[in-house]
Nanobody, 121 residues
């Protein structure tokens, strides 16, 4: 199983980035997918998640209204559109795939390598 995250970078506050995570080696369409982030010295926290069917999504409060998670099962890819970025969004962003508790870190079995997002003020 491989999850390849991309799209991170350096952006000014208020700007936008789109993260992508291409999955291979698993039956993508039956896996819940999520984006987590981890800043230095902090725990890895759930940012957004989408169920295997795409019918339900979850966002942590701090990103509601700014971030959008979506998936394309035909392309085995999950996306995170990030608008209105703030310096506190700076972190390494990880995509993850799992089949159990989709709102919990423990529900995810496979992880990507992470992509750095840096938001300057």
């Amino acid at each position: 199983v491989q999850l390849q995250a991309s799209g991170g970078g350096l952006v000014q506050a208020g700007g936008s980035l789109r993260l992508s995570c291409a999955a291979s080696g698993l039956a993508f369409s039956i896996y819940n997918m999520a984006w987590f982030r981890q800043a230095p010295g902090n725990e890895r926290d759930l940012v957004a998640a989408v169920t295997w069917s795409g019918s339900s999504t979850f966002y942590t409060d701090s990103v509601k209204g700014r971030f959008t998670i979506s998936r394309d099962n035909a392309k085995n890819t999950v996306y995170l559109q990030m608008n209105g970025l703030k310096p506190e969004d700076t972190a390494v962003y990880y995509c993850a795939a799992g089949r159990t508790n989709w709102k919990s870190l423990r529900g995810y079995d496979y992880w990507g390598q992470g992509t750095q997002v840096t938001v300057s003020s």
